[in-house]
């Protein structure tokens, strides 16, 4: 059981647990949850994590088909300038490996924001802390959870 499922456990959150086969050869992580689950690609988001120029770092929360704006979300956190965070931050401040970064009970309490798009779904889907484990959610729970902004984040 990985720490984002102990939270959503401890925390008495209604979730679903959903377990695939992941491919180690597949490139996008969200486009293949939505292809082995047979769910609508809209509803699965990713976990982003982002780099301040002061090396801070937060979490953007979009759909797996969209694109992060940089502008977008250096505005949201009021910021200059944003870039992706490099794959050893992202390892040392959540504890998931990319692929399997779930929003929820990272190492470290990050500053969040969620594409505004997830409260047109009343469940949407997120790393469950591994690759090919995701975990269904309301978004309100999750915007709970994590203390998370919402705002317009994508290109």
Do not use: W
């Not at 976990?47 to 759909?63: E, H, N, Q, R, Y």
């Not at 969209?66 to 040392?92: F, H």
């Not at 591994?130 to 269904?136: F, S």
Request: proline share 3%; hydrophobic share 40%; aromatic share 4%.
């Amino acid at each position: 059981m990985t720490p984002a499922i102990k939270l959503l456990k401890n925390k008495k959150i209604k979730h679903t647990v959903h377990q695939y086969q992941h491919d180690e050869t597949e490139g996008s992580y969200g486009q293949e949850a939505a292809n082995k689950m047979g769910v609508d690609s809209n509803k699965i988001f990713k976990t982003l994590i982002v780099s301040f120029g002061d090396k801070t770092l937060a979490v953007a929360i979009i759909p797996v088909k969209n694109t992060l704006s940089m502008k977008k979300v250096a505005k949201v956190m009021q910021s200059k300038k944003v870039t992706m965070a490099a794959v050893d931050e992202v390892l040392r401040s959540t504890g998931y490996i990319l692929g399997g970064v779930s929003p929820l009970a990272q190492k470290k309490k990050l500053t969040t924001v969620i594409d505004e798009s997830a409260q047109s779904f009343e469940s949407i889907y997120v790393s469950a802390g591994q690759r090919g484990l995701e975990v269904e959610l309301s978004p309100h729970a999750l915007v709970e959870l994590t203390q998370a902004r919402v705002d317009a984040i994508c290109n």
